[in-house]
């Protein structure tokens, strides 16, 4: 017989009760004897006999539960022999034998064999999920159970009770061999499954067994779920359109660029304040209007030039306005308004004072970048220079020959309109079109001034080059007043005078902003090398021009400030390539300047509100500038002239506060720090007030109580010196004496009967001031210190006074009866 | 005490209206004044730190007690 041990006996049992009618050692008998036994059935006796036989031989042997199950298997086999033979052509499938034998009749082992053969691993995970799905299609649907996704029917309810059943118990449980079958439920999948399994041949063979023949393990679809189940979809996943898909693309980047140009203009207008954010706003309207971008630039060919312009030195202003004059009708207002916009944007791109390198990167970058108000001032500002580079040879050709001529001349008239160019250039600045009058107007005093002055501009410059930072500053600031001329000549002399302080990028960032614009425009026009002429050009006039210098009543008052800073601007350019980029940047950028630095320069912030200033003045005076004839001087000249006359003095401050802080202007700065020193003072020194406080507290005191207690000792010792002068006067005494102070102190209540000063004398000083104050004997009768000698009537009162207290008398005793006792002997 | 209340004479004779001298015994004496009030004022503002469960002497402590102090310390 086969042993019981390959076939765990629990297991074999269970099926055998669920499977089989209840049977007693009895009732075995009597249902196998018919198929085993070859007696005639006929005969009952012999049944009987056969059956009491077998029934008395198990009777006689009670059966042990191992017997029980031994013999049931031995009676199955025998079945399963016979079946097997008959049965051994045929592929025995599990559908087929469960077909031909009932479930009941099929013993557990044979199920088990088959589970064995045909079931694949489940695992119990993959039970939850698949049985409710595959136990529906195959009541629901007619399909193969392959083309079922079971994993989309998982959550779907299943109609049928019976698959239910079998479902639930099938999820629920983990242990496969101890789920109870529901053997109808069965063996209606069974059925069902063997339709199917005959329907379609071609199905997985190894699901489609495992699925039918599964008991509790497995539902007949089982093998779906665990198929499915292993494959890892996502449950619920959206498939979008390619259409779908590319509108939210084109919806992103449009979203992207529009922030992106958002953020930039809001940088452009942060930076480009006041009245320098209206132009600049519109000029980057209109400059979108016209599509005048670096993309779009007709003279895009210019571009890669200008670049390489527009990264180089500072002073290309005068070229610039230069060119504007020449540009009137044509492009004029178009590179103006491009050339400020790109002044502007250049600015508001870096206002740190970056490297030359830097600089012509951010430029570069502005231009290739497509946000707009960048852009359209970086290449404003690119075409200005260019328009300026083209034009300014042929008139610095041109002008040369009348430098001489035509000044004394314009002199006059530079002076009355000094303001008004500068002002159209500002105007320039703050609103596109006032920008085109504007640059035109500079470009037209640019040509008297250039004609005037260019030996001038050169020498001051040459003189002056060391001195343009701080200058720059004050120009700065000092472009708001007009006629100004006798503060232009001190301006001038101060600025001779001043050597370099270093206020370096600073004073770059304090020019005005247009100052930059047009000493870059100066140079922005020719290539490296063509700017290096300018310089050398004017380093060669400075040279030649010394002698201009030294006369500056020569060219009169209004003129010297003007080709000096022309000249300075010049050379600003020359020798300062690195930073010229920095210079335009700052200047119109003063404010982003200073927010993005951490300094915020107050040079920068006073090139700001000059900025301010003249795009309001300019706002008021753009009809009327416009068809002035231009000075000689530019604008710029002028308006640094103008701020230099106007704020000598804060020059200094600001030169010093310049690293201190970052207030608004020069004068209130100034002030600030002063009072700002006389409140921070201490009273008393800050380690010996705290550590005094300190070991009284007897506990941790934080260091921020330094203020306040500051502030209470400064009130309490005023309070006391009031005190004691006033105790004083009321004795008519300029002295404070130690008995003014006891008196306050016995006011305060420190001192009362109970508790007299030597006590706290004692206790709270140190040994030295208590040796001042009470006096000690020493040896030979030596008192120190000295006691006055007062009437003995008054001694012995002081005597008793003090011996009125017990303690005080004691202590009294102690010190004065030796001198009781020498008075009264003596 | 640890230290020297320094320059106290320079203050008070800053703080007088008129000239006044202050020999040195009175100059002990006002130190002593000093010392008598800021340790009054410690201690307040120790228990007001105590009072708000704080182990530290904090600026709004010595705010706190800071007023009564100084009218408790009229002469």
């Given at each position: 017989m086969?042993?019981?041990?390959?076939?765990?006996a629990?297991?074999l049992?269970r099926?055998?009760?669920?499977m089989?009618p209840?049977?007693?050692p009895?009732?075995?008998?009597?249902?196998q004897?018919?198929?085993?036994?070859?007696?005639?059935?006929?005969?009952?006796?012999?049944?009987g006999?056969?059956?009491?036989?077998?029934?008395?031989?198990?009777?006689?042997?009670?059966?042990?539960p191992q017997?029980?199950?031994?013999?049931?298997?031995?009676?199955?086999?025998?079945?399963?022999?016979?079946r097997?033979?008959?049965?051994a052509?045929?592929?025995?499938?599990?559908?087929?034998?469960?077909?031909?034998?009932?479930?009941s009749?099929?013993s557990p082992?044979?199920?088990?064999k088959?589970?064995?053969?045909?079931?694949?691993?489940?695992s119990p995970?993959?039970h939850?999920s698949?049985?409710?799905a595959?136990?529906?299609?195959?009541?629901a649907?007619p399909n193969?159970?392959?083309?079922?996704?079971?994993i989309?029917?998982?959550?779907?309810?299943?109609?049928?009770?019976?698959?239910?059943?079998?479902?639930?118990?099938?999820g629920?449980?983990?242990?496969?061999?101890r789920?109870?079958?529901?053997?109808?439920?069965f063996?209606?999948?069974?059925k069902?499954?063997?339709?199917?399994?005959?329907?379609?041949?071609?199905?997985?063979?190894?699901?489609s067994?495992?699925s039918?023949?599964?008991?509790?393990?497995q539902?007949?679809?089982?093998?779906?779920?665990?198929?499915?189940?292993?494959?890892?979809?996502?449950?619920?996943?959206?498939?979008?359109?390619?259409r779908s898909?590319?509108?939210?693309?084109?919806?992103q980047?449009i979203t992207?660029?529009?922030s992106?140009?958002?953020s930039?203009?809001?940088?452009?207008?942060?930076?480009?304040?006041e009245?320098?954010?209206?132009a600049?706003?519109?000029?980057?309207?209109?400059?979108i209007?016209?599509?005048?971008?670096?993309?779009?630039?007709?003279q895009?060919?210019?571009?890669?030039?200008?670049?390489?312009?527009?990264a180089q030195d500072?002073?290309?202003a005068?070229?610039?306005q230069?060119?504007?004059?020449?540009?009137?009708?044509?492009?004029?207002?178009?590179?103006?308004?491009e050339v400020?916009?790109?002044e502007?944007?250049?600015?508001?791109?870096?206002?740190?004072p970056?490297s030359?390198?830097?600089?012509?990167?951010?430029?570069?970058?502005?231009?290739a970048?497509?946000s707009q108000?960048?852009?359209?001032r970086?290449?404003?500002?690119?075409?200005?220079?260019?328009?300026v580079?083209?034009?300014?040879?042929?008139?610095?050709?041109?002008?040369e020959?009348?430098?001489?001529?035509?000044?004394?001349?314009?002199?006059?008239?530079a002076?009355?309109?000094?303001?008004?160019?500068?002002?159209?250039?500002?105007?320039?600045v703050a609103?596109?079109?006032?920008?085109?009058e504007g640059?035109?107007?500079?470009?037209?005093?640019?040509?008297?001034?250039?004609?005037e002055?260019r030996?001038?501009?050169?020498?001051?410059?040459?003189?002056?080059c060391?001195?343009?930072?701080?200058?720059?500053?004050?120009?700065a600031?000092?472009?708001?007043?007009?006629d100004?001329?006798?503060?232009?000549?001190e301006?001038?002399?101060?600025?001779?005078?001043?050597?370099?302080?270093?206020?370096?990028?600073?004073?770059?960032?304090?020019?005005?902003?247009?100052?930059?614009?047009?000493?870059?425009?100066?140079?922005?026009?020719t290539?490296?090398?063509?700017s290096?002429e300018i310089?050398s050009?004017?380093?060669?006039?400075?040279?030649?021009?010394?002698?201009?210098?030294?006369?500056?009543?020569q060219?009169?008052?209004?003129?010297e400030?003007?080709?000096?800073?022309?000249?300075?601007?010049?050379?600003?350019?020359?020798?300062r390539?690195?930073?010229?980029?920095h210079?335009?940047?700052?200047?119109?950028?003063?404010?982003?300047?200073?927010?993005?630095s951490?300094?915020?320069d107050a040079p920068a912030?006073?090139?700001?509100?000059?900025?301010?200033?003249w795009?309001?003045?300019?706002d008021?005076?753009e009809?009327t500038h416009?068809?002035?004839?231009?000075d000689?001087?530019?604008?710029?000249?002028?308006?640094?002239r103008?701020?230099?006359?106007?704020n000598?003095?804060p020059?200094?401050l600001?030169v010093?506060?310049?690293?201190?802080?970052?207030?608004?202007?020069?004068?209130?700065?100034?002030?600030?720090?002063?009072?700002r020193?006389?409140?921070?003072?201490?009273v008393?020194?800050?380690?010996?007030?705290?550590s005094v406080?300190?070991?009284f507290?007897?506990?941790?005191?934080?260091?921020?109580?330094?203020?306040a207690?500051?502030?209470?000792?400064?009130?309490?010792?005023?309070?006391?010196?009031?005190?004691?002068?006033?105790y004083?006067?009321?004795?008519?005494?300029?002295?404070?004496?130690?008995d003014?102070?006891k008196l306050?102190?016995?006011?305060?209540?420190?001192?009362n009967?109970?508790?007299?000063?030597?006590?706290?004398?004692?206790k709270?000083?140190?040994?030295?001031q208590?040796?001042?104050?009470?006096?000690?004997?020493t040896?030979g009768?030596?008192?120190v210190?000295?006691i006055?000698?007062?009437s003995?009537?008054?001694?012995?009162?002081?005597?008793?006074?003090?011996?009125?207290?017990?303690?005080?008398?004691?202590h009294?005793?102690?010190f004065f009866?030796?001198?009781y006792?020498?008075?009264?002997?003596? | 005490m640890p230290?020297?209340?320094t320059?106290?004479?320079?203050?008070?004779?800053g703080?007088?209206?008129?000239?006044v001298?202050i020999?040195?015994a009175?100059?002990?004496?006002?130190?002593?004044?000093?010392?008598?009030f800021l340790n009054?004022?410690?201690?307040?503002?120790?228990?007001?730190?105590?009072?708000e469960?704080?182990?530290?002497?904090r600026?709004?402590?010595?705010?706190?007690?800071?007023k009564?102090m100084?009218?408790?310390a009229?002469?």
């Amino acid at each position: 017989m086969d042993p019981p041990d390959d076939l765990s006996a629990r297991v074999l049992l269970r099926h055998i009760q669920d499977m089989e009618p209840p049977r007693t050692p009895i009732n075995s008998g009597e249902d196998q004897a018919p198929s085993d036994s070859p007696l005639p059935s006929g005969s009952p006796l012999q049944h009987g006999r056969l059956l009491r036989s077998s029934k008395t031989q198990r009777e006689s042997q009670f059966q042990s539960p191992q017997n029980i199950v031994r013999r049931s298997l031995r009676q199955k086999i025998h079945q399963s022999i016979t079946r097997k033979s008959l049965l051994a052509t045929k592929r025995r499938t599990p559908s087929i034998v469960l077909r031909k034998h009932s479930v009941s009749t099929l013993s557990p082992r044979q199920l088990l064999k088959l589970i064995q053969e045909t079931g694949p691993v489940m695992s119990p995970l993959v039970h939850e999920s698949a049985p409710p799905a595959e136990l529906q299609p195959p009541s629901a649907d007619p399909n193969p159970p392959s083309l079922q996704s079971s994993i989309e029917l998982s959550g779907l309810d299943l109609s049928d009770p019976s698959m239910e059943d079998v479902s639930i118990q099938k999820g629920l449980s983990r242990k496969r061999p101890r789920r109870s079958l529901n053997v109808t439920a069965f063996q209606k999948l069974l059925k069902d499954a063997a339709k199917k399994r005959e329907s379609s041949a071609g199905d997985n063979s190894s699901l489609s067994p495992s699925s039918s023949t599964s008991l509790g393990l497995q539902s007949p679809f089982d093998a779906d779920a665990e198929k499915s189940g292993i494959q890892r979809k996502v449950p619920h996943r959206r498939r979008t359109s390619g259409r779908s898909f590319n509108a939210a693309m084109n919806k992103q980047q449009i979203t992207d660029v529009s922030s992106h140009r958002l953020s930039a203009q809001n940088i452009a207008e942060d930076a480009n304040f006041e009245g320098l954010t209206l132009a600049l706003s519109k000029l980057s309207e209109t400059d979108i209007m016209n599509c005048h971008t670096t993309l779009y630039d007709p003279q895009g060919a210019v571009d890669s030039s200008l670049s390489v312009l527009a990264a180089q030195d500072k002073p290309t202003a005068s070229t610039c306005q230069e060119e504007t004059q020449e540009e009137r009708g044509e492009m004029a207002g178009e590179k103006s308004v491009e050339v400020f916009s790109g002044e502007d944007g250049a600015a508001t791109d870096e206002c740190v004072p970056g490297s030359h390198e830097k600089g012509k990167d951010d430029v570069n970058k502005t231009e290739a970048e497509d946000s707009q108000p960048n852009d359209d001032r970086a290449d404003g500002f690119l075409t200005f220079e260019i328009g300026v580079r083209d034009e300014s040879e042929e008139e610095e050709a041109a002008v040369e020959p009348q430098a001489e001529e035509g000044e004394a001349a314009v002199e006059p008239q530079a002076e009355d309109e000094g303001m008004d160019p500068s002002q159209t250039e500002e105007e320039a600045v703050a609103d596109s079109q006032s920008e085109e009058e504007g640059v035109a107007a500079g470009a037209r005093t640019e040509d008297e001034g250039e004609s005037e002055s260019r030996a001038e501009n050169v020498v001051v410059l040459e003189s002056q080059c060391d001195v343009e930072e701080p200058q720059a500053a004050e120009d700065a600031s000092g472009l708001q007043t007009n006629d100004e001329a006798p503060q232009e000549e001190e301006w001038e002399e101060e600025e001779l005078e001043r050597d370099t302080r270093h206020v370096g990028h600073r004073a770059y960032r304090s020019e005005g902003g247009l100052v930059m614009p047009v000493t870059e425009a100066r140079e922005d026009p020719t290539d490296a090398a063509g700017s290096s002429e300018i310089g050398s050009k004017g380093l060669g006039a400075l040279g030649s021009n010394t002698s201009l210098e030294a006369s500056p009543s020569q060219m009169g008052t209004p003129e010297e400030p003007e080709p000096s800073l022309q000249e300075r601007l010049e050379n600003e350019a020359v020798g300062r390539k690195s930073s010229s980029f920095h210079l335009v940047q700052v200047s119109h950028d003063a404010e982003a300047c200073e927010r993005q630095s951490d300094g915020g320069d107050a040079p920068a912030e006073d090139a700001a509100e000059q900025q301010e200033e003249w795009a309001d003045d300019d706002d008021d005076e753009e009809d009327t500038h416009y068809e002035e004839l231009p000075d000689k001087t530019p604008a710029f000249v002028k308006q640094k002239r103008i701020f230099l006359a106007s704020n000598p003095p804060p020059l200094t401050l600001h030169v010093e506060n310049v690293q201190a802080s970052s207030s608004s202007e020069a004068l209130p700065k100034a002030k600030q720090k002063q009072v700002r020193r006389k409140k921070t003072e201490a009273v008393l020194p800050k380690t010996c007030l705290m550590s005094v406080f300190k070991h009284f507290a007897k506990t941790k005191v934080s260091a921020d109580v330094f203020p306040a207690l500051n502030n209470v000792m400064d009130k309490f010792l005023d309070r006391l010196s009031l005190d004691l002068e006033t105790y004083a006067a009321h004795a008519k005494r300029k002295t404070i004496t130690v008995d003014d102070v006891k008196l306050l102190l016995r006011r305060q209540g420190y001192i009362n009967d109970k508790m007299p000063v030597e006590v706290l004398i004692e206790k709270y000083l140190r040994m030295e001031q208590r040796r001042i104050l009470i006096p000690i004997a020493t040896s030979g009768n030596v008192v120190v210190p000295k006691i006055k000698k007062c009437s003995p009537p008054l001694f012995f009162f002081f005597l008793n006074r003090q011996s009125d207290n017990f303690f005080s008398g004691l202590h009294a005793k102690k010190f004065f009866l030796p001198f009781y006792l020498v008075l009264y002997c003596i | 005490m640890p230290a020297k209340l320094t320059k106290l004479k320079r203050i008070i004779r800053g703080k007088a209206m008129g000239d006044v001298k202050i020999p040195a015994a009175s100059e002990a004496m006002i130190e002593l004044a000093v010392l008598l009030f800021l340790n009054s004022l410690a201690e307040e503002a120790r228990v007001k730190a105590f009072e708000e469960k704080s182990a530290t002497i904090r600026a709004q402590h010595v705010n706190a007690v800071t007023k009564k102090m100084l009218k408790r310390a009229r002469g």
